[in-house]
């Protein structure tokens, strides 16, 4: 891999670092990790200051996108910015069947323990120092911004200021609080698109009944059940996925030879909407992201037992999950089936390291400048409210004005606010 190249204004830098699997034995094992550089080419000599960006997620690589647009250009005018590919992720030593496959299911479980967020940020810091980087500002899109609130727990006089978009998790709640509030929001999300367009209701009703009555597989072969077809109401949680949405239901049947079937390009799309088919960590430990000192024992599984609304059955009202994460698709989606087993040790691990300390969090210097989206579906706002609250020294602004993924359709102008919020913080006395 060529170690830089320019694409328009932008001056793109690639580094790869070894850096220990587990950070308290620094001797043993050692992973790759991979992240980019980003400049403006023009600004390439001066002395900037540096931010690095943890992407959302579990489980997901850093994008790669232009340093031309949206919240990249706008952090660009004033930052070298550092994409990480989060361990597990990308470039970074990717995290797979293929790659656990040596390992017994102890030896798995045991492995995966070591990429959430705690080990993450001991990359960053790491890498920080080996930049011999003072200190560096943070921004954190989703999961990216629960990561930030470990950074400030564990090194916060590493850091310059924060930002967050639609990323404050509860310091203290168990992942049991975590899912019945993220239920609710599902809820309203369903009645919301169902509101908007009554005849999908019908056409979800239609497509759960032909499934429950045929076998029907996917391109890889995977049969496709209507559990599955439910998860792709994740994307109720963002902007502008209603229509796109609709569009696809209504054209998920055609008629051949005389008979009515699900199309292929149809099928396509739900196989291309199953993330966990390529980026396992995401379901295999989504949960443990809210673990501290407790276990998960599939929280949102169990959760699901009190919201009867979500158990299709014949004759009934169809309803679309959210960003829930089920011990059965690791019986029925191919890639995961071989991780089954060790899924099922990290959802009865208790013994999971605390990820925020309160103690030190409670006694913040740092600016923190978070978008809160007010219908939010992932990340629960009264939660996000709770949580700065405690930490001084941080502010959120808190809009309807996007959903869950702002970010990535007007980032230019939310990182300009948060920029701005974070500047006012800076002037406060410290």
């Known amino acids: 891999m060529q170690t830089s190249f320019i694409d328009g204004t932008t001056l793109y830098r690639q580094h790869h670092f070894q850096l220990p699997l587990d950070h308290s034995h620094s001797d043993g094992q050692k992973i790759a990790v991979f992240a980019r550089e980003l400049v403006d080419v023009k600004k390439d000599k001066q002395d900037l200051p540096w931010l690095v960006f943890f992407q959302g997620g579990p489980g997901f690589q850093s994008p790669r996108t232009s340093g031309e647009s949206g919240w990249l250009k706008r952090l660009l005018q004033e930052y070298r910015v550092l994409l990480l590919d989060q361990r597990g992720t990308g470039n970074s030593s990717m995290i797979?069947?293929?790659?656990?496959?040596h390992l017994s299911t102890t030896e798995q479980a045991e492995y995966l323990t070591h990429f959430r967020a705690d080990s993450i940020v001991r990359d960053a810091e790491a890498i920080r120092i080996k930049f011999n980087i003072k200190q560096w500002a943070t921004l954190g899109q989703s999961f990216g911004g629960f990561c930030i609130l470990t950074y400030l727990s564990l090194f916060p006089q590493s850091l310059l200021r924060c930002y967050v978009t639609g990323g404050i998790p509860s310091l203290t709640r168990q992942t049991d609080d975590v899912y019945h509030a993220t239920y609710q929001r599902t809820i309203d999300k369903n009645k919301a698109f169902f509101a908007q367009f009554p005849a999908a209701?019908?056409?979800?009703c239609d497509?759960?009944?032909?499934?429950?009555?045929?076998?029907?597989t996917l391109p890889n072969g995977q049969r496709f059940t209507v559990e599955q077809f439910q998860l792709i109401g994740i994307n109720l949680g963002r902007g502008n996925a209603a229509l796109p949405l609709y569009y696809l239901l209504e054209s998920a049947f055609i008629h051949c030879n005389g008979h009515k079937?699900?199309?292929?390009?149809?099928?396509n799309q739900m196989q291309q909407e199953q993330g966990y088919l390529t980026n396992p960590i995401y379901a295999i430990l989504h949960e443990s992201i809210y673990c501290q000192e407790s276990a998960s024992n599939w929280s949102a599984h169990r959760v699901r037992?009190?919201?009867?609304?979500?158990?299709y059955q014949s004759g009934k009202a169809f309803m679309f999950t959210g960003e829930m994460v089920y011990p059965w698709m690791f019986e029925q989606l191919e890639t995961l089936k071989a991780l089954r087993p060790a899924a099922n040790l990290l959802a009865e691990k208790?013994?999971?390291?605390?990820?925020?300390d309160t103690d030190i969090l409670s006694k913040n210097k740092v600016p923190l400048a978070c978008a809160a989206y007010a219908d939010d579906m992932f990340v629960e706002l009264d939660y996000t409210r709770e949580t700065l609250a405690s930490i001084p020294m941080s502010k959120a602004?808190?809009?309807?004005?996007?959903?869950h993924n702002g970010i990535g359709v007007d980032g230019k102008k939310i990182l300009s606010r948060l920029i701005k919020i974070a500047n006012a913080l800076d002037n406060l006395p410290k």
Do not use: D, P
Request: net charge negative; charged share 10%.
């Open 96 to 101: 797979n069947q293929a790659s656990l496959a």
């Open 201 to 204: 209701q019908q056409m979800c």
């Open 207 to 216: 497509i759960a009944q032909y499934l429950l009555n045929n076998e029907v």
């Open 261 to 267: 079937q699900l199309s292929y390009s149809f099928l």
């Open 305 to 311: 037992e009190q919201y009867s609304q979500f158990n």
């Open 350 to 356: 208790q013994n999971w390291g605390k990820l925020y």
């Open 397 to 403: 602004w808190i809009t309807n004005e996007y959903e």
